[in-house]
Structures are given as structure tokens and as C-alpha cells.
């Protein structure tokens, strides 16, 4: 790794279009859209805006997870947003999340629409809504919200610090890379210790906390994000590594991994999801190719 020379910054900031790195193409310093184009709108009452990225993994499993438990209630549509070629900055996009950020919702179930982004945000509208993997109880519900919300402060620290500066940066930083990997790895000390004493995040139940998480750091620990799993050492968080294998048991985690997938093998991918059938049809394509 090497270190870029020293840098002052200037009295006033300006915006450099030709800085770099993976996303320098979509990243800019201004909201609001950039062209108009509205939202398409499919037959379910959750209309769902999204990519699987970690934070829209987190929708999708929630939802198939309500599917499972038997509540129609959670069909959805879950439409592709391309957010490598800019189409989060749709004025049918921002409409819904003036943050430009995948995944959004409109929630149609009821005399109006809702809106409502953010993913932190989504689960809890959804699992309140349908009374799921959300303790009532005081201390129990306050245990899963500390994680939820634990999850959503601490994972810029996991993407948009160490994984931008190890992966995606135009150049290697050591001290950036050495900072947030000393973060991320605290973080996952974090996960470790709590999952040495109890079975799930929150406690002995499943939660819209485990749900939250898993996508980062379960995805962090089983290696999809960022090849960094060896330079993390995963291997040594045993009790994280029971954790992320006991959810990836759990079918609906599987299938709301593949919706709005767009990268890994094409038979874990499902672009677009319209209907319950779509899993079935994307299972038959996959013997109908290996047959």
C-alpha cells in the first residue's frame, strides 16, 4: 500500500468531476433529479425501489420473510434501480426518497400512498404494520431498536470507509485502509461478543435487528463484501460465523438475497420480482440450463 502525497486542503472546497474512483461517475455534491422519469407501478400494494445491495437486502428478506409467516398483506414488486447508471436520481425516484438512496417504498395498502426510505426506516414500518419481528414488550423492543440502530450508525464506518478506501478508491491509502480496518474489525468484536451470549442480536427471537445486520456483516463474514474477508480475518469470529450460517438456513433470507441481484452467479439472481412464481421460474431456467 502507498500513501498519496500531503494534501492542504483549499479555504473553499470545489467540486473536482475528475477525482476518481468507482462511483465518480454518480457522486456529486447537489441533490434533487437529474432527469424526469417516473416510477413504474406493478399490482401489489408494496411497490419496492431497489438493487441488493446490503441495505436493500435488508426489504427483501424482511418481506419474504412476512410472505412465509402468511401475511398476502407483504406482496410486493420489487423494481430494479440501476444506481451504477444513475437512475436513483429519477424525478419519480427522488419523489420517493429525496436522498437519491436505494431502497425506497410506497406503501399503496391504504387510502394514500406512503412513502417511506431509508432501510432502517422500511423495516420498521413493515414490521410494525404486520406485527413482526418486532418485540412489543419495553426491554425486548428497545434491545432490537439499540441493534437496528447500532447497524445503521456503524455500517457507513464498514462501507463508505473501509470498503471505499480498500476497494473501490483510485488509490491505496494506508493510513484510510488501516483506520477503518481497525473500525470494521471492532465492529465485528462487537457482533462476537453479543452473539457469545445470546442466540439471535436482540435476544432468543429473530428481529428485524438480525435482519439489518446480516446483509453487512454476515455478508462481511462469509466473504461477499469487498474480498476482504482474509485481510479481516472473518475466520476468527466464531460466534458471528454460527450467527450469519444459522440465517443463510433460513429460505426466505435466501430468496430476498436474490431479488434486484445483479452481480455473483446468474442463478442467484432475480432482477425484477412480480410474483412468488418469479423464484419458481428462475429454479426451473436453472435445471433447464443444467440439464
Known amino acids: 500500500m502507498t500513501d498519496t502525497p500531503d494534501y492542504t ?3 473553499v472546497w470545489v467540486w473536482n468531476k475528475e477525482n476518481g474512483g468507482r462511483f ?3 457522486n456529486r455534491p447537489i441533490a434533487g433529479p437529474l432527469q424526469d422519469k417516473e416510477l413504474p407501478v406493478g399490482k401489489h400494494p408494496l411497490q419496492l425501489y431497489s438493487l441488493a445491495t ?3 437486502q435488508k426489504v427483501t428478506i424482511l418481506l419474504e420473510e412476512l410472505l412465509a409467516l402468511g401475511h398476502a398483506g407483504a406482496e410486493y414488486d420489487a423494481w430494479l434501480i440501476k444506481i451504477g447508471e444513475g437512475e436513483q436520481f429519477g424525478s419519480g425516484f427522488v419523489g420517493v426518497n429525496p436522498n437519491s438512496k436505494i431502497p425506497a417504498l410506497m ?4 387510502p394514500q400512498p406512503i412513502r417511506v426510505f431509508e432501510s432502517g426506516a422500511i423495516l420498521m414500518h413493515l414490521a410494525e404494520k404486520f406485527g413482526e419481528f418486532l418485540p ?3 426491554a425486548a423492543r428497545a434491545e432490537c431498536l439499540s441493534w437496528l440502530f447500532w447497524q445503521m450508525g456503524s455500517a ?3 462501507g463508505g470507509g473501509f470498503g471505499h478506501f480498500y476497494a473501490y478508491a483510485p ?3 494506508e493510513y484510510a485502509i488501516n483506520r477503518f480496518a481497525m473500525e470494521t474489525k471492532r465492529q465485528l468484536d462487537v457482533l462476537d461478543r453479543r452473539l457469545s451470549e445470546s442466540e439471535y442480536i436482540a435476544g432468543a427471537s429473530y428481529t428485524i ?3 439489518a445486520i446480516f446483509p453487512w456483516y454476515g455478508g462481511l463474514a462469509k466473504g461477499w463484501i469487498y474480498g476482504a474477508g482474509e485481510f479481516l480475518a472473518v475466520q476468527d469470529y466464531k460466534h458471528l460465523q454460527r450467527w450469519a450460517d444459522a440465517l443463510l438456513e433460513r429460505p426466505a433470507v435466501t430468496r430476498g438475497r436474490m431479488v434486484n441481484r445483479m452481480s455473483g452467479d446468474p442463478a442467484g439472481q432475480l432482477r425484477e420480482r412480480h410474483d412468488a412464481q418469479d423464484f419458481d421460474t428462475k429454479t426451473q431456467d436453472k435445471l433447464a440450463a443444467g440439464s
Open 9 to 11: 486542503p483549499p479555504k
Open 209 to 211: 435487528a438480525d435482519i
Open 171 to 173: 488509490v491505496k491509502i
Open 156 to 158: 457507513p464506518y464498514l
Open 54 to 56: 446490503p441495505n436493500g
Open 24 to 26: 465518480a461517475n454518480i
Open 136 to 138: 412489543t414488550e419495553p
Open 107 to 110: 406503501d399503496r395498502s391504504g
